[in-house]
């Protein structure tokens, strides 16, 4: 038996005002190389919609406001060993212009339409998809 556990990370699917998603490039394990949603490890004790808020504002320099809980998304062992549980949660830009500001952890960003998304997607932006998260009302 392993005393490996589950950890919890966790994100946000921003649009914007054309309907275009806010992708980031991954640099690190898991899934280096893929875009996915900006967000990050959720800290012991703090509630996961406020580290979705610190963890973009550190990453991308920007504000934004929680609308509601999308989904949950799961990644096992994409590349680092590793079990991640993390919900993810529909949001919208209040301040702030998207620029990276850890380029040792992401190699970019970028608003993409969402029949034109980049390749390969985070398994976190794929249940975002799947989960509906393109019709709900912004």
């Known amino acids: 038996m392993t005393d490996q556990k589950p950890e919890a990370g966790c994100g946000a699917a921003i649009l914007d005002s ?6 980031i490039q991954r640099l690190r394990q898991p899934e280096a190389g893929a875009w996915g949603l900006p967000g990050g490890k ?4 703090e ?3 406020e ?10 320099g920007i504000e934004i406001e929680i609308l509601g809980l999308a989904c949950i998304a799961e990644t096992i062992n994409a590349g680092d060993g590793r079990h991640w549980i993390a919900p993810v949660y529909d949001a919208r830009i209040v301040s702030g212009t998207p620029s990276v500001l850890e380029p040792e952890k992401h190699g ?8 034109a998304l980049p390749s390969p997607l985070t398994e976190a932006a794929q249940s975002w998809m799947r989960s509906g ?6």
């Open 108 to 115: 970019g960003w970028g608003w993409f339409a969402l029949d």
């Open 42 to 45: 959720i800290d012991f004790g």
């Open 47 to 49: 509630p996961a919609a």
């Open 18 to 23: 054309d309907g275009r998603l806010l992708l």
């Open 133 to 138: 998260g393109t019709r709900r009302e912004r």
């Open 51 to 60: 580290t979705a808020r610190r963890e973009i504002a550190e990453e991308l």
